[in-house]
Every structure is written in structure tokens, then in C-alpha cells.
């Protein structure tokens, strides 16, 4: 007989552990299931976030040091990945006392591991144990792409998965195949830690979710510290451990030489091991399942939480769906998903972080707004900390008759801890304050955070011209 629960959820990932902690806030008895124990706390913890961070925190550090040597310094040498990858694994440790398997069950929560897969539309199997609940939420995450390339087989081949864990030695040459936040970031630290390393991008830019300005600043950056790019490139196949044929736009074939490799293409969903269709859960032509604005799939005692809902891939992602789902459960389904205010940031040096709305999207809508860019070269802070390349882009409410007072919409920044300067701006958008609030608060001078004063004073002094 199959033992019943109030919530089963399916992954202990960001997700998992979110809408766990929504349950027993609700009272409610949880089972949660994942396919390995050592997984608990999902890609942020194990493959992501988390040790990606602190390797860009440790590159950070090769770079100031090589910085200072216009000022006397003398540094040389490359990185020893043994002793980064320690640091980076004893750091997972600190997160980890909180998200694990011993964690989770300290806290009397019933967890199973293994496989799990629907048997029918109210019942889950895990091994030889069935289980069935009043509610489902899957929240299994997302893996890295991989595509079989001719010859792949003979390379050092890394993907996010087995990058912070299985990378010894510090590879001379590293070939990044893909331009987006993964990519960058991992170029970045690896050409600072002492690598020589190489992008190939299919896109004609980088960072293609980003404004091309933007990703244009960053490519000037990363070129400048010694990344090499390749935009409008394919990977056509492996002809050695160490040889690459590209497929270059323009130009045809090309060799490109490496020591390994790291594979940055995307993510593709969790989903292939639960039998949705036993469940009823219908998927799209792209293999997402099809979700309601509450999250819920076509059967209704299933939701999508996290990557798994196939909307966006960022942790705090998770968190914006564990609040819809929290909400719902208290309120009877009164509340509609809603990304209008979500954020992201690629964290580079400099960072790229861009909130609200786009101006494509914007556009695509027939929203009317004001837009309102801001360059760094005047900025105090920005002169003596080296970073008067960075750039703001504000979107904001179109003013009329019945709105006097613009508010922030949505906008990009690229700079050091961009991902911190736009926290008040995104504050600002969230609480439908008026840019007056910014215009006059009184900041502590040289704060980095005066930039969004002085972008907002420029949309305030061109109303009053134009008034």
C-alpha cells in the first residue's frame, strides 16, 4: 500500500529545499526524493553557483596582484588548481551544514533516494516503495547540454558538472565552447589563474540576452586581459586530444589548439526519468511541460518549481516560485506568476546586471517609457577605482498628464558589483517609488551607489527642460 503524504517533492535543489521549507510552514507532512544524496542542495550548491563564485572570488585575487605591479609588486607564477578546488570544496562545506541529506532529516522530514517516476496521475514509485501525496512539486532542475562532437571522446572534457571537482592541473590552453554567463565567467577566471583561453560562440556577440552595448564593453574587457574570441563559430569536430575544427562565418575552417576543454551550450530539463504521460502531464513541442500563470501542470495536483518549470535558470528564480506557490497553497490559488520585477546578473569583472524590463520586450508590448543612459567617465568613485568604462541604462515610466512622477521599469548595469548598484534601483521598481526618492536621498560621498542618483538626476533636469 502506498504511503501517503500531504506534498511530495521531486528534487532537493534550490527549489526542493524552498518549497520544503513552504511546507512546513504550512504544517503539512513532506516527503522529499532525489536521485543521489550527495546532490542535496541541487546545482547552486554542488555544481554552480556556489563553487563558481568562489573561484571568481580566487581570480579576483590573481588579478589585483598582477594589477599592482605598476606600483611595485612582483608577482609570478600560475595558479594551483589543488589548492583552489580545496578552498572552493571547504567553503560547499560551510553552505552544506544546512543543505543535506543528515540536514534534512535532523529536521524529522521523511527523504528518499533514488529514481523516482509517476505510476499513475496520484502515484509516484522510488525503487520498490510507491508513494502518493495531495500535492506533487517537481523541482529536478537541469543539466548541462551535451552534444556527441566527432572525436570528443579523446578529450579532457569538462562541463559545470565535473569542473569543481575533477580539474587537478591547470590546463596551459582551455577552449570554452559557448558565449553565455557560464562561459564568460569561467573564461575570465581560468585566463587569470594563468590559462590561455579561447571562446567559440555561434552568436555574433557574447552574452546575447544582454544589450548589445553592454556585452560589446565586457568583450573589450576580457580581449584586453587575454581571452581570445570567436563569434559566428561552430564546433564541427575533435581531430585530437589537443585540435579543434571550427566552422568560422566568413572565413571557413579553422584549427584552434587546447588542453582541455570546458562545454558551456546551455541546459536541458530533468524531466526524462518521471513518466509524465502516466501522470498526465502534458509537455510542449520543446519538452517543457505546459504550466498554468500558478505553476501547475495539466494535472492539477502537480506544480513546476525551479528550472524544472522550464521559465528562467537562476536560484533566486526558484525563490520567486516557491513565493507564488506559498501563496497559492494559503490563498486558493488567487495569485498569478509574475517575472516582471525578476533580476540577473553575470558575474564577470566587471558584472552585467539587468533588472525589470527590457527594452525589447518594451518595445514588443507598446509600452510607452523613457529611457536614460549614464556613463561612468564623470563618476568620483569610478575614476579612482579604474572602472570609467562602465554603463548604466535606466527604463522608466513615460510621463503624462495623470503620472508626473516617473518610476524605474527595468535597466542594466555594467560594472564592479553591478549586482550590488542595482539593489536600490530594484527596491525602487518593487515598491512603485517615484525616482524622487533617489533624487533626494543623500549619499555618503564617494560611494559607489551615487551613479544612480546621477542617472536619475538626468531624467529629472531633461523633464524640467522639456516641461
Excluded at 427 to 445: G, Q, V
Amino acid at each position: 500500500m502506498a504511503q501517503a503524504y500531504d506534498v511530495i517533492i521531486i528534487g532537493g535543489g534550490s527549489a526542493g529545499l524552498g518549497a520544503l521549507g513552504m511546507a512546513q510552514k504550512l504544517g503539512w507532512k513532506p516527503l522529499m526524493i532525489d536521485k543521489e544524496e550527495a546532490n542535496i542542495g541541487g546545482d547552486c550548491l554542488n555544481f554552480g553557483c556556489v563553487p563558481s563564485k568562489a573561484l571568481i572570488h580566487i581570480a579576483k585575487q590573481f588579478k589585483g596582484a598582477r594589477s599592482a605591479q605598476k606600483f611595485g609588486l612582483k608577482v609570478e607564477g600560475k595558479a594551483d588548481m589543488k589548492q583552489i578546488l580545496d578552498y572552493v570544496h571547504s567553503k560547499q562545506a560551510v553552505i552544506r551544514a544546512h543543505e543535506s541529506a543528515d540536514y534534512i532529516r535532523s529536521q524529522g522530514v521523511d527523504l528518499k533516494i533514488g529514481v523516482a517516476s509517476f505510476i499513475n496521475e496520484n502515484t509516484i514509485r522510488v525503487g520498490a516503495e510507491d508513494f502518493t501525496a495531495d500535492n506533487f512539486i517537481i523541482a529536478t532542475g537541469s543539466r548541462p547540454r551535451f552534444i556527441p562532437f566527432k572525436g570528443i571522446d579523446q578529450v579532457k572534457l569538462f562541463t559545470n558538472e565535473n569542473l569543481f571537482y575533477e580539474m587537478k592541473e591547470l590546463p596551459d590552453r582551455l577552449l570554452v565552447v559557448g558565449g553565455g554567463p557560464i562561459g564568460c565567467e569561467m573564461a575570465q577566471t581560468f585566463q587569470r589563474f594563468g590559462s590561455e583561453v579561447t571562446i567559440i560562440d555561434m552568436a555574433d556577440r557574447i552574452l546575447t540576452k544582454e544589450r548589445e552595448e553592454y556585452s560589446e564593453i565586457l568583450t573589450e574587457v576580457l580581449t584586453e586581459e587575454g581571452v581570445k574570441i570567436i563569434n559566428k563559430a561552430k564546433l564541427k569536430e575533435f581531430t585530437s586530444a589537443t585540435t579543434a575544427i571550427i566552422n568560422k562565418e566568413g572565413t571557413g575552417e579553422m584549427t584552434v589548439e587546447f588542453d582541455a576543454v570546458l562545454l558551456a551550450i546551455g541546459r536541458v530539463l530533468n524531466l526524462d526519468e518521471l513518466a509524465l504521460d502516466k501522470a498526465g502531464i502534458e509537455v510542449d513541442d520543446r519538452g517543457k511541460m505546459i504550466l498554468d500563470d500558478c505553476l501547475r501542470t495539466t494535472n492539477k495536483k502537480v506544480f513546476a518549481s525551479g528550472d524544472a518549470a522550464g521559465k528562467y535558470q537562476f536560484s533566486h528564480g526558484a525563490e520567486l516560485h516557491t513565493k507564488l506557490l506559498h501563496h497559492n497553497f494559503e490563498h486558493n490559488f488567487t495569485k498569478s506568476h509574475n517575472a516582471d520585477h525578476l533580476s540577473w546578473v553575470t558575474f564577470t569583472q566587471p558584472e552585467i546586471a539587468t533588472f525589470g524590463r527590457t527594452e525589447d520586450f518594451l518595445k514588443k508590448n507598446n509600452i510607452e517609457y523613457w529611457r536614460q543612459d549614464q556613463d561612468f567617465s564623470k563618476d568620483d568613485r569610478a575614476i579612482v577605482d579604474e572602472y570609467t568604462y562602465g554603463k548604466i541604462t535606466l527604463f522608466l515610466t513615460s510621463k503624462t498628464f495623470w503620472n508626473k512622477k516617473r518610476k524605474i521599469i527595468g535597466g542594466t548595469i555594467i560594472a564592479p558589483n553591478a549586482g550590488e548598484l542595482m539593489q536600490e534601483l530594484t527596491l525602487a521598481m518593487e515598491a512603485d517609488l517615484p525616482i524622487n526618492a533617489i533624487y533626494d536621498k543623500l549619499y555618503a560621498y564617494p560611494v559607489a551607489t551615487r551613479i544612480n542618483q546621477q542617472v536619475v538626476m538626468g531624467v529629472i533636469e531633461n523633464d524640467k527642460k522639456s516641461s
